[in-house]
Each structure stands twice: as structure tokens, then as C-alpha cells.
């Protein structure tokens, strides 16, 4: 079914959606104290539209007021040593690629704090995170004097934090408006033309392959491939440096810096 909405990731109009769910729970992580409370929680609905010209997919009836984020949002895998070593190898990656060593780091939508610790402690460099669902005692690295953290979404009234690497993992598939919102961080960076960025998504390519439904769920209300994804930075003021796949394909990896948007096109 075709519909005449507007792509919120390239601006194109016209998506066709090709899958729907009614009545979901608005929350997959969401810690409720009780039964009644779980059984209340807001329900919506998904509509998966595609976007023919850039290949973007969104959750057409999204709708973001129904969201509860706060420290009750407990979506950490810190507890997995599986992923814990592919976050440390991550790391470990980022700091020798860009030499960050004693420079400044951002990270949007940090979460408990994991991954921006990390890049603290092994680089000994300073950051600042920003997640509305922070609780501060569940930090307790040696690290924490390097590092603040803001409990608040990350927007434009925080450009006076710069860093020489941003980071945003796992947070740009809960945007609804993803090319506002990288736009906003193109703007944040300024004329600081060496920083680089760095963003990591859910692989739909993946999820629609492996007929992963688990994957699909109102918090992710947008769905990016290596195409759409370069697109996105491109349009929004960026060059790409590399993409890559990992974590068994789970994760569209992206490095970018602020540019004329005129990277080598990606085709997927």
C-alpha cells in the first residue's frame, strides 16, 4: 500500500508499507513494579513503510508521545561476556584507528555508561554522555572523574560540549525524524572539521533475511541498511570514512566526518 507520506531520512515522498501489527506494547525494556502496570502499559501500532528512493524503512504510525524513557528503561547486555569482549574489541578499535588518547568524546544515547567508560579508561581520554535513563550508581569505574553524564536527550542547547569523537550507538533506530536529528549533531560539530563520528545501528538487511520479527518493535521506529544509511549522512552534511557489518551482521558500523557529503556513493 502506498502512501504519500514524506521519508524522514531523505525527504522523498511516497512510502509503501508492506507490514503491519496492531496493539503493541510501546516498551520491550521498560521495568514496570507491577502486574497491572505491565498489563496497562500504552499500546501502538506498526506500519512498515519503504522508501523507494533511498531504501529507508520507518514505522509510518509511530508515534513518539507515547514513550516513557527514564531510569525504569533498562536495556543494557553488560551482563553477556559475549558482547562485552566485541565491545571492548570495539573500543580498543576506535581509540588506535583515531588515536584517542587524552581527547574529549561524546556519546548520544550512552546508556549506563558501558562503551563511553571504555573509550575513557583504556584511552585516558574525558567524556560526556548524554541518556535520559542514566542511574549514577550503577557507574563505578575508576574513570568516573574523566566523565560526565546528562541525563537528558541529546539537541542543540548542548553544542557547547565539543568533542573530538562522537558517538552514537544503538540510539538513531529509536528517532523517528533521523535526518533532523543527524543534521542536529552536523550543526552541533560546527566548523570542527576533524571530528570524527561515529554511529551504530541495527542491520535491517539482516532482520528482513533471517525473518528476525524479535527485531521488530515499536521502540525501533527506524529500520537502516549500509545504502540508507550513507545516504542519510551524506544528505546531512558528512562524508563517510568506512562502513562495516559486525556482531554476526547484527550492527551497520559508520565512521564519519564533517564534509561536503560527496563520499563515494554505497550501493547495497
Not at 508515534?63 to 573500543?91: C, I, M, V
Not at 528482513?208 to 520479527?213: C, E, G, P
Amino acid at each position: 500500500m502506498s502512501i504519500s507520506q514524506v521519508c524522514p531520512n531523505c525527504g522523498a515522498s511516497g512510502m509503501s508499507v508492506f507490514y503491519e501489527l496492531k496493539n503493541v506494547p510501546v516498551h520491550s525494556v521498560l521495568l514496570l513494579p507491577t502486574r497491572e502496570e505491565a498489563l496497562n502499559l500504552p499500546k501502538g501500532d506498526i506500519a512498515l513503510g519503504f522508501c523507494h528512493t533511498c531504501g529507508f524503512i520507518a514505522n509510518v504510525a509511530f508515534d513518539p508521545g507515547l514513550h516513557q524513557y527514564s531510569s525504569r528503561y533498562e536495556a543494557t547486555q553488560a551482563f553477556s561476556s559475549t558482547f562485552n569482549a566485541f565491545h571492548r574489541n570495539l573500543a580498543t578499535c576506535l581509540i588506535e584507528r583515531y588515536d584517542l588518547h587524552s581527547k574529549d568524546i561524546i556519546e548520544i544515547g550512552s546508556g549506563q555508561g558501558e562503551f563511553l567508560t571504555l573509550l575513557c579508561e583504556l584511552g585516558d581520554n574525558r567524556g560526556v554522555g548524554f541518556d535520559p535513563a542514566y542511574i549514577s550508581r550503577r557507574n563505578q569505574s575508576q574513570a568516573n572523574d574523566q566523565i560526565i553524564f546528562i541525563k537528558d536527550f541529546y539537541s542543540e542547547k548542548y553544542a557547547n560540549y565539543r568533542g573530538d569523537f562522537l558517538c552514537c550507538k544503538m540510539t538513531l533506530e529509536h528517532i523517528q525524524q533521523t535526518a533532523d536529528f543527524v543534521s542536529t549533531v552536523r550543526r552541533s560539530i560546527r566548523h570542527q572539521l576533524a571530528t570524527i563520528v561515529f554511529f551504530q545501528v541495527p542491520n535491517v538487511a539482516r532482520i528482513l533475511r533471517d525473518l528476525a520479527f524479535w527485531d521488530i518493535y515499536y521502540e525501533h521506529c527506524s529500520y537502516l541498511s549500509l545504502g540508507s544509511l550513507t545516504r542519510l549522512f551524506r544528505k546531512c552534511g558528512f562524508d563517510a570514512i568506512d562502513l562495516w557489518k559486525d556482531y554476526d551482521d547484527q550492527y551497520l558500523m559508520i565512521e564519519a566526518r564533517p564534509g561536503n557529503g560527496r563520499s563515494t556513493p554505497v550501493v547495497v
